[in-house]
């Protein structure tokens, strides 16, 4: 026993009897060691030969080496938190319990042992957290810039407690070699309340990510992974939106489960399977599409979503293992799923309201019919899908409705029908009123089917009278889409969809009142058509840097300014660090599709920032490199910046006495040089 260990122990070297971290027992009248627990003691622990051992207990400790070579009656060993690089087990034939990890163990050294004791009855083994004592420029620079990043804000920085220069020490992050590099392997979390986006699109070697409890808000996943694990993100209160990359192909049991403020959840093409209870208990949760290569849902994976009202299958039926898949839904909840696919004729799925998609029927509306979907005219030009409701009603000026049909069905006039999985065909009859003086039948003829895009030009409709008189008048039936100027008869778009503009010649003393239906449909204006400005170049700041963005355009040979979050939203890529930021325009409302462009921007002059080193410092015939500490303000808060990252440090004349001098070189987010002078005595 070495004095500092003794010392630590509270033993003395020569008094066995006060040796408190030893177990013995007795065998045929002498006293051979059973159990050993000890911390914080350092060096090298031989315990080899102890054949009676069968307990170790060195967690949180110093140590270098473990040997239990021949303690064929070690069942239980524990050395973890520790500093151990090598781990002797050869002979261990009854241990069935070992804890080594967050030592610096390499584990290709005791793979060998470690399969041997995990194929024993009971074994219960973790070794695979190892720590790595390499320099940080071994390590896959993306992950580790995300991970400082993630881990520097206030709350992360006291609850992970890392050390930024030691990677490889950085508590739940897993590394394996990859090539020349160290790249992150798995991430656990678990029961931490970190907070903030943990976007690890870049980290193409995960394996395993486990985020039980935490609060993060926002989770993108890397290509790569094949599956979200087993309750990785169960209970995580605050979490919105993750991001699944298009290599997944199961989500595990309970994977998302209670996740309260999970509002929308993008299922990639590569999934197949979900596991129980994956989602349940999502209750911000609205809607699901499932995308056609999922063939297998488990028991409860959508239960208790009280919100689910909506969900959208692109393939064939899955198949469904359990029951209540999407527990007790309330009578508003609708399956969508296209006409083409297979299995929903069968239970379960017949117990549910289910409307097919994909497919499309015509209408057809005779003179003096009118239909209307939800209260809006519609036109022979309509297209109708299963289950939309339409009413028919049948007037002409002089006669009375003799017959009334849908599809060879006799309806009442007025009445409501329901598109079924047909086209529709109207036919009416009608008797004429008998009357002192039959008037002529005006005739109408032009286009009746338009197709604009919004901000397009006010046009006049091209709708002559071939037979009759006066004056045709237009109305619009939602002059949300477009509206008649009463001077002109021009249409004037005012929006988009689908507009029913009604041409009426009125009655005269020879012509009876004649109606023609014109149908407009008004599409979305491309956002790339429209004049950005506002952007500017500019210098980094510290913080993600918003542009004044401003999207002028022509409606009507008139300028108009675009209302963000109304005509479009503002995305931004890569606007902190010095380089080149990108600003995404989405087109929203009247306006789709998307604009991009760029903006620079430049690195801080470091001439404005504070220098502190030592005044003076002793001569000893080597160059003195004396600690450097430089502080810039950013956003009005003074920043201790960063060596290697903001600023790299020359010392000039620092070898002999007099006067010497550092200079501190910006990089990366700084430029320019500063210079402080010191003194050797």
């Given amino acids: 026993m070495q004095n500092d ?28 060691v059973r159990k050993v627990s000890m911390t914080d003691t350092c060096g090298a622990l031989d315990l080899s030969g102890l054949t009676y051992l069968t307990y170790l207990e060195c967690y949180e ?12 009656r070690l069942t239980n060993l524990s050395c973890t938190d520790s500093k151990v690089e090598k781990l002797i087990l050869t002979g261990c034939k009854a241990l069935v319990k070992i804890n080594c990890e967050y030592n610096y163990l390499d584990l290709d050294e005791i793979m060998e042992d470690i399969r041997l004791i995990e194929a024993r009855e009971g074994a219960s083994v ?6 790595i004592n390499a320099n940080k420029a071994v390590y896959n620079q993306k992950e580790i810039s995300v991970l400082e990043t993630f881990a520097q804000t206030e709350e992360n920085r006291e609850l992970l407690g890392w050390d930024l220069e030691r990677p490889g020490e950085w508590r739940g992050i897993s590394w394996s070699i990859s090539g020349n590099e160290y790249r992150v392997r798995a991430i656990n979390f678990e029961y931490l309340e970190i907070s903030g986006i943990l976007n690890l699109c870049d980290f193409k070697k995960l394996e395993i990510l486990n985020c039980f409890g935490t609060m993060i808000t926002q989770v993108v996943l890397p290509i790569g992974m094949n599956e979200i694990d087993e309750a990785a993100f169960m209970n995580c209160k605050k979490l919105e939106t993750i991001t699944i990359s298009e290599s997944i192909t199961r989500i595990n049991r309970k994977a998302f489960m209670g996740c309260d403020h999970l509002q929308e959840i993008l299922l990639p093409e590569s999934l197949i399977e979900i596991e129980d209870s994956a989602f349940a208990g999502c209750n911000s949760l609205e809607s699901v599409v499932f995308e056609k290569n999922v063939n297998v849902l488990s028991n409860r994976a959508f239960a208790d979503c009280d919100k ?16 209540d898949l999407f527990g007790d839904v309330d009578d508003d909840f609708i399956l969508y799923y296209y006409h083409s696919t297979l299995g929903w004729d069968v239970e379960p799925w017949t117990a549910f309201h289910g409307i097919p998609l994909g497919k499309t029927y015509l209408i057809t509306i005779p003179d003096y019919v009118t239909v209307t979907r939800n209260g809006i005219k519609i036109s022979s030009a309509t297209v ?10 049948a007037q002409r000026d002089g006669y009375i409705v003799k ?12 009445a409501v029908f329901m598109v079924g999985n047909s086209d529709v065909v109207i036919d009416v009859l009608f008797d004429k009123i008998k009357t002192a003086k039959e008037k002529k039948n005006a005739v109408l003829a032009g286009t009746t089917v338009y197709s604009k895009t919004y901000g397009d030009n006010a046009f006049l409709l091209d709708m002559k009278i071939i037979e009759g008189v006066g004056r045709i008048s237009f109305v619009s039936n939602d002059e949300r889409v477009a509206k008649v100027d009463k001077l002109t008869n021009a249409i004037i778009i005012t929006g988009i969809g689908e507009v029913a503009i009604t041409a009426a010649l009125p009655e005269s003393n020879e012509y009876k009142e004649t109606i023609k239906n014109i149908s407009i449909t008004v599409n979305q204006r491309p956002v790339n058509q429209v004049m950005l400005s506002g952007i500017k170049h500019t210098e980094y700041k510290g913080m993600p840097i918003k542009q004044t963005v ?31 930021g990108g600003i995404v325009i989405t087109g929203k409302g009247n306006y789709n599709g998307t604009k991009a462009i760029s903006f620079k921007i430049k690195s801080k002059s470091i001439s404005k920032a504070s220098i502190s080193v030592k005044k003076a410092v002793k001569y000893t015939g080597k160059p003195l490199k004396p600690h450097v500490k430089v502080k810039d303000k950013i ?32 990089i990366k987010n700084y430029k320019g040089t500063k210079k402080k002078t010191f003194r050797i005595k």
């Avoid at 400790?61 to 064929?72: A, D, F, I």
């Fill in 635 to 666: 956003n009005g808060k003074t920043v201790v910046l960063k060596k290697g990252r903001d600023y790299k440090v020359i010392y000039q004349k620092n070898i002999k006495k007099g006067k010497a001098t550092v200079m501190i070189k910006g």
């Fill in 61 to 72: 400790s110093q140590l270098k080496m473990v040997n239990v070579s021949g303690c064929y």
């Fill in 126 to 131: 973790s070794y695979k957290n190892q720590y």
């Fill in 384 to 393: 109708l899908e299963y289950g939309d409701q339409i009413t028919i009603t």
């Fill in 308 to 323: 689910l009202k909506m969900v959208l299958f692109k393939g064939n039926a899955p198949s469904i293992t359990g029951v």
């Fill in 550 to 580: 401003k999207m002028m355009d022509t409606i009507d040979g008139k300028k108009v300014e675009l209302k963000n979050g109304t005509d479009y939203t503002v995305a931004y890529l890569k606007n902190i660090n010095a380089g080149t």
């Fill in 403 to 414: 017959e009334l049909k849908v599809n060879g069905k006799v309806i009442e006039n007025g």
């Fill in 5 to 32: 260990n003794a010392q630590i122990l509270g033993a003395d070297i020569n008094n066995i009897n006060t040796w408190l971290f030893v177990r013995w027992t007795k065998v045929n009248g002498e006293y051979y």
